[in-house]
């Protein structure tokens, strides 16, 4: 009997491609989507399931095991990019952007942790990002949830390794998907930046990035047939090379840089 898949957020981008090559594998794949009938995905079986919703997450996983009787791996990959400086984010924006990215995956890791820790086994994968690594200015709010992220994975995983239950998390570099295209600005812009030159910068970068949504998935695919796969996967070669900057760059300089890269540029005039 094949192993059974659950992937959050599957309707495009990275999750789609994971789904895809999880499916090509032999896995059985369930996928998510806030609106399946819309994305036009017909190859994948998607449900309705809005991460920021108890009831649409409590159903999926209800359908799930009615049908199959276990979840054998979630991923949990939903989630969006929010660009604003932290003084234009309003409280509405930064909890709508948690519930998402964080409060989201821990939602559905929630409901699946009964079924996995009763099974003996199981594997929970987290989408996180180099933006959990290292912050970046005028991304703020997602850095707060994808470094909220890191820490969850970690104290979960000890907390499952006595049921078998391996929980990782994959940290992609920049990807290029079409979450670049909708990562809009928060909506007030009062301050000295121009956040809209920031994100349009920000989609140029991404234009030019070589990490697609195929590597994320090889890696995924790797991970879920280790029997012991390790807590953290950095994905592309930017994520080394900037972690070790900030870590082995006197202060003074990495700041520098990064003021330079991403500051400067975008100064209102
Ligand atoms: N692209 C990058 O550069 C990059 C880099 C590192 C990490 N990541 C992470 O990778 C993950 C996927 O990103 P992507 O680039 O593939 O984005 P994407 O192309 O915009 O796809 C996002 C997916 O998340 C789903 N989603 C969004 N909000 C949701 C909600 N409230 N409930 C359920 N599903 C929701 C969307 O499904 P529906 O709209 O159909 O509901 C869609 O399938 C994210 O967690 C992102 O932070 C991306």
Redesign the pocket.
Known sequence: MSQVVLI??????????IARRLQSDGFNVY??????E??GIKDIR?LQ?????DETVTQVIQQVMLETGRIDILI??????LYGTAEDTTMEELHAQM???FY?TVRVTQTVLAHMREQRSGKIIN?????GLIALPLNSA?AA??FALEGYSESLRFEMLPFNVYVSI???????????N?AFPTTEQQTIFAVEDAATRARAR?EN?N?K?EH?ANTVSKIVKKSRPKLRYAVGSQVPLVVAMRRYLPERVYESMIKQQFIDPVLAK
Do not use: C, F, H, W
């Open positions: 959050t957020g599957a309707s495009k981008g990275i999750g789609l491609e996928g998510t989507s806030r609106n399946p819309k994305s998607l399931m809005d991460v920021t919703n949990n990959n939903a989630g969006y990019d519930d998402t990215n989201g989408i996180g990002s180099i933006g997602y949830s994808k994959v940290e992609p570099g920049q990807v290029k998907t079409e979450t670049l909708t991404g990035v990490l949504p994320i």
